[in-house]
């Protein structure tokens, strides 16, 4: 059993950067991929991106690459997610999932989910 808690989102400017963090419960975390997703009011869930258990292999979806680093600290049990020319479409509720299988853009390959964290970026 893992339990993940986001944190680090809010209110930023377009331009600007926001890191999430997503805090693991358990020794075994870095046994684990581990996977951000986000979900706009009225749309599906959508992957964001993906790091191996190792954190030598990353994913992203195309909107975001560029933009966005994924990256482990295996020793804290901690995934971060580092927002960087943030735009008003990236508006969403993020979340933090992890899976015992490889990285996946899938969301039902993932086991566990965190609550979320909301990430509003004005114009």
């Known amino acids: 059993q893992v339990q993940l808690v986001e944190s680090g989102g809010g209110l930023v400017q377009a331009g600007g950067s926001l890191r999430l963090s997503c805090a693991a419960s358990g020794r075994t975390f870095s046994s684990y991929a581990m996977g951000w997703f986000r979900q706009a009011p009225g749309k599906e869930r959508e992957f964001v991106a993906a790091?191996?258990?190792?954190?030598?292999?990353?994913y992203y979806t195309d909107s975001v690459k560029g933009r966005f680093t994924i990256s482990r600290d295996n020793a804290k049990n901690t995934v971060y997610l580092q927002m960087n020319s943030l735009k008003p479409e990236d508006t969403a509720v993020y979340y933090c999932?992890?899976?015992?299988?490889?990285?996946?853009?899938?969301?039902?390959?993932?086991?566990?989910w965190g609550q979320g964290t909301q990430v509003t970026v004005s114009s």
């Open positions: 790091i191996s258990w190792s954190g030598g292999n990353t």
């Open positions: 999932a992890a899976s015992h299988r490889a990285p996946s853009n899938w969301y039902v390959e993932y086991d566990y």
